[in-house]
């Protein structure tokens, strides 16, 4: 089993930044390839980043390429979300999960999910 809690959420004005963190428990994240989720309501979840278990590869959605930077550091455990130039667009319940290594990063049924941070962005 592996516990994931994200932290770092909050309000912010468009334009500013906010980097989420995400610190796993009960397994080492090295184990896995880990991506962050976005849900707003009346909106389709979105994967907004993944990396792979390594941090060799990485892929973001369109809507947030150039503004987002997902990194691990796997020796702390922690996965991060730096996200920069933020629109109210990116309003949402963010979530950090993790998924099997030989699953790719589609992240469609990822095997554990933290419980979510909110980020507000204010126009």
């Known amino acids: 089993q592996v516990q994931l809690v994200e932290s770092g959420g909050g309000l912010v004005q468009a334009g500013g930044s906010l980097r989420l963190s995400c610190a796993a428990s009960g397994r080492t994240l090295s184990r896995y390839n880990m991506g962050w989720i976005r849900q707003a309501p009346g909106r389709e979840r979105e994967l907004v980043g993944a990396?792979?278990?390594?941090?060799?590869?990485?892929n973001y959605a369109d809507s947030v390429k150039g503004r987002f930077t997902i990194s691990r550091d796997n020796a702390k455990n922690t996965v991060y979300l730096q996200m920069n130039s933020l629109k109210p667009e990116d309003t949402a319940v963010y979530y950090c999960?993790?998924?099997?290594?030989?699953?790719?990063?589609?992240?469609?049924?990822?095997?554990?999910w933290g419980q979510g941070t909110q980020v507000t962005v204010s126009s």
């Open positions: 990396i792979t278990w390594s941090g060799g590869i990485t």
């Open positions: 999960a993790a998924d099997g290594l030989y699953k790719g990063l589609g992240f469609q049924a990822p095997d554990y």
